[in-house]
């Protein structure tokens, strides 16, 4: 231990949590130092995430219903029924449930996609010398940095059936011959898609960015002299390069996105299109308009376990496995 | 296999702050086969002018010709070349077979199994089978280093061009590689152009080198030519170690001499003749001078100058003496050990014939040493002893 460290710790010692945790002391110094240090930011976690998924729990197993709005705790212990009505495809709820899991789906994957080909397009393009280049990364940024709540409704303006702008363009381009409605009916979840990765994509761009600039010139210079081009360097230096970071970039999106409620509530409010009703905005506006925070809370923990089951999986099969590797 | 010729070869760099000329009007040529070590200080020039026969630099004026095609405008991939890098460069992603079979798989339309083939016979020469599967980070610097040059060994191209590729390597394994490396450019005879700042690999290695200093070529010629024969003072610098001792002298023509504040020395007629400038640098290398004790029993009295040791390095088989001649300091190599002490005073013999003489204001040479830059093959040597 060096002479710094022990200084340091000696300053987080006068916090005696061993008394009030007697597993405590059989840690070693060196552990205990650490969850000192650690404590700040797990109370935060605790007081933020963790209470909050455990109430969470909690009330998806209890009848709260608009009975019992303000005793939620007097109401009474369901054990499983409220899971068992919200996945229960036969009633109306546990039906457009399934639907809004499939619609969730689709709204990640297809702005995983979306974003990744996007952030990808602007993070190769920003990474060639050209004049302007800082203007045009800050100016790549600014979907992401806008307040959300103002480029939604921009967009909603915008996707406006009569008097959205991106109709008349495309009616006087000739791209459409009559107006299309963009926010009602089966296309929303595609609105919904474009709009929410048209805020999303300059993060990706951003981490795609950073990757790039970590690939060492000499390995495009030696893959020129090994005779490949353009194309080439880009699917067997480039691509394979930014495995890592695309890693966390496909989880991180597919994660956020499946909870994110920002982009369907500003776009689509509380009467959302069948299409665009994805789980998050279902859950919240079945829980809030029908007082049904049992049955809501149910769905929500669904979903919670849906998000976390994909996490640890991809964490197993692919974030965990060393890129520079060996084949044996 | 390629004759490489290069001429008027110029590089500028623009940048912000003005243009920097990194090879000035570079002129030469390289044979077929022939092994050329590029060498300098950094900055001199040496990797801009290998890039650019990469053509990963693109020239700002002159051409490059390999045989007798003008690729000075051809991509890298369309001059038939390999290289390999100081640090390797290669693909962390891939195994060492993948590596090696990138550049075949890109430039060629072999199939798979005849590059598998190629792949595997190369790494049986560079005896690296073994790592085939490893990717680069599980393999040491000697690994990745073998596997660097076995990437270029496969191509079989007409050029090798080598940018310090062992100056990464620990002492004892690049002196290994060099003469694996020398062995390996005899047996595969390709036209290969190496680079570095280390002149231990330039004289061992090299059937020519080129000395460059600021982006301007300072001589060509073989390893011993260089050394014994420098066009300038840069290179009689440059190469040797420790290096050429250099005094500023003035030619007393009259008298026939060379005067220095603290000695003179006479000069034959001979050299004083060819000698037209008056002030010059004298060079003597650290090992044609001599030291005695005893300047009295001196065959040549008239040729001694007066010094104080100032430090002396033993290094087992021989002795560098560090003198003092009139606030100079001037070393010399002398075999065995022998025993001065600090602030002795000794004499300093050189050789006329030893002499490096420069011009103080130009640094060209003007008369170099005698010794013998042909080679001398072993059966001739001692024929030459039994005669004398």
Partial sequence: MTRTSSRVRSSVAEIEIGRYLPLYNRLSDEQQYAYKLLLPGLAMMLLIHFIPIVWGVLISVLGVDSGYVSQWYEAPFVWAENYRFVLDPRTVVGERFWYSLRQTVIFSVGTLLLTYVLGLTAALLLNQRFKGRFAARTLLLLPWVAPSVVTLLIWRMMFQQQSGIINSLLLSLGVISEPIYWLIGDNTIWTLILVHSWTQFPLVMIMLYAGLQSIPEQLYEAASIDGAGRWEQFRYITFPQLKPVSAVVVLLMMLWTMINFTSPYILLGAQPPQSGQVSILYIYNFAFSNYQFGRGAAMSVVLFAIAMAMAMLYYKYLFDQDFTEGDR | ?388
């Fill in chain 2, 1 to 388: 296999m390629s004759r490489v010729t290069i001429e008027n070869l110029t590089k500028v760099y623009d940048s912000p702050s003005g243009s920097i000329e990194a090879v000035d009007d570079l002129t030469l040529a390289i044979d077929d086969g022939e092994f050329v070590v590029f060498v300098g200080p950094s900055g001199c020039g040496k990797s801009t002018t290998l890039r650019c026969i990469a053509g990963l630099e693109t020239v700002t004026d002159g051409t490059i010709e390999f045989g007798a095609e003008d690729v000075t405008n051809r991509k890298p991939k369309e001059r038939d070349i390999a290289m390999v890098f100081q640090n390797y460069a290669l693909y962390p992603h891939m195994t060492a077979r993948k590596n090696m079979a990138f550049g075949l798989k890109m430039s060629t339309d072999l199939s798979a199994g005849e590059i598998e083939d190629r792949v595997e016979e190369t790494a049986q020469m560079m005896g690296i089978e073994e790592l085939l599967a490893d990717k680069p980070k599980a393999l040491s610097g000697g690994q990745q280093q073998r596997v660097a040059l076995g990437r270029a060994i496969v191509r079989d191209p007409a050029v090798f061009l080598m940018d310090e590729p062992l100056s990464n390597l620990d002492a004892k394994l690049r002196a290994q590689m060099r003469t694996e490396l020398q062995q390996l450019q005899h047996d595969l005879d390709v036209t290969t152009v190496y680079v570095t700042h280390d002149q231990t690999e330039a004289m061992t290695m090299g059937d020519r080198i080129v000395v460059l200093n600021d982006g301007e070529l300072q001589q060509v010629g073989t390893p011993l030519e260089c050394y014994h024969r420098p066009a300038n003072r840069f290179v009689a610098g440059f190469l040797g170690s420790p290096p050429m001792n250099f005094l500023p002298v003035e030619a007393d023509l009259d008298a026939g001499a060379l005067s220095h504040p603290s000695f003179s020395l006479s000069l034959s007629d001979s050299i004083g003749a060819d000698l037209d400038a008056t002030e010059l640098v004298m060079g003597i290398r650290p090992e044609h001078g001599s030291l005695t004790t005893t300047p009295d029993e001196h065959p040549e009295p008239e040729r001694l100058v007066e010094a104080t040791v100032t430090v002396t390095e033993p290094m087992g088989d021989v002795t560098n003496v560090y003198l003092d001649i009139g606030g100079e300091s001037v070393t010399v190599t002398a075999g065995g050990h022998l025993g001065l002490t600090d602030g002795e005073s000794v004499w300093l013999y050189v050789p006329e014939a030893k002499l490096h003489l420069f011009d103080a204001e130009t640094g060209t040479a003007i008369k170099h040493s005698d010794e013998p830059i042909e080679s001398t093959r072993v059966s001739e040597a001692s024929r030459y002893a039994e005669t004398a």
